[in-house]
């Protein structure tokens, strides 16, 4: 099978993880949204220092060719450290960064679904919708950052809504085959 597929797929799995993670984020956002904003701010810093500099250490590891891992990692580590010494400044911008992560994971996920479609695979439609949507949705939280109690219902919603989305997508990747040529028949 193709190696970009395979990767995709592997990728696709790894994602259920941030997905589960964000929609804990959210449920907790719905029930405690004073306290939480800001630990939660100090232990993404932590959880972004790691990933971050796990990201790097597989670019290093893997082919040139996989110049994301170094860009992820780079501003995983970055948004870790300003999130540990500035959590009171990032309690007023989450939502911007919360909206921005979705936008850029959705981009890629964009971009997926356009080599699946080169591959031929007939999955990319669902992809290309879900990512579409959760750009939009991302948007959105960028656009309306403010955090009062309505808003934190609001955004939290979003942000469960934008990761079933992604599970669903994830899900699409995984079991997506490679399209039978005709000519083998």
Excluded at 80 to 87: D, L, N
Excluded at 103 to 128: G, Q
Excluded at 142 to 165: D, G, W
Aim: charged share 15%; hydrophobic share 55%; glycine share 4%.
């Amino acid at each position: 099978m193709d190696n970009y597929l395979e990767k995709i797929k592997k990728e696709a799995k790894m994602s259920f993880i941030v997905s589960f993670l964000l929609i804990a984020l959210a449920i907790v956002l719905l029930i405690n949204p004073d306290n939480f904003i800001v630990v939660s701010i100090n232990v993404l810093g932590y959880i972004g220092i790691f990933f971050g500099i796990i990201s790097v250490f597989t670019f290093f590891l893997k082919p040139k060719e996989e110049a994301n891992f170094l860009r992820n990692g780079v501003i995983l580590v970055l948004y870790g450290i300003i999130a540990i010494i500035e959590s009171s400044v990032l309690k007023n911008v989450i939502t911007i960064i919360l909206g921005s992560y979705i936008i850029l994971r959705n981009a890629y996920k964009l971009e997926i679904a356009w080599h699946l479609k080169t591959r031929e695979i007939k999955e990319y439609m669902p992809i290309l919708f879900i990512s579409a949507i959760n750009i939009i949705l991302g948007l959105t939280l960028v656009i309306n950052p403010t955090l009062n109690i309505p808003a934190n219902t609001f955004i939290a919603i979003l942000i469960i809504i934008c990761e079933v989305l992604s599970m669903a997508m994830n899900i699409i990747i995984i079991f997506s085959k490679k399209k039978e040529n005709k000519q083998n028949e």
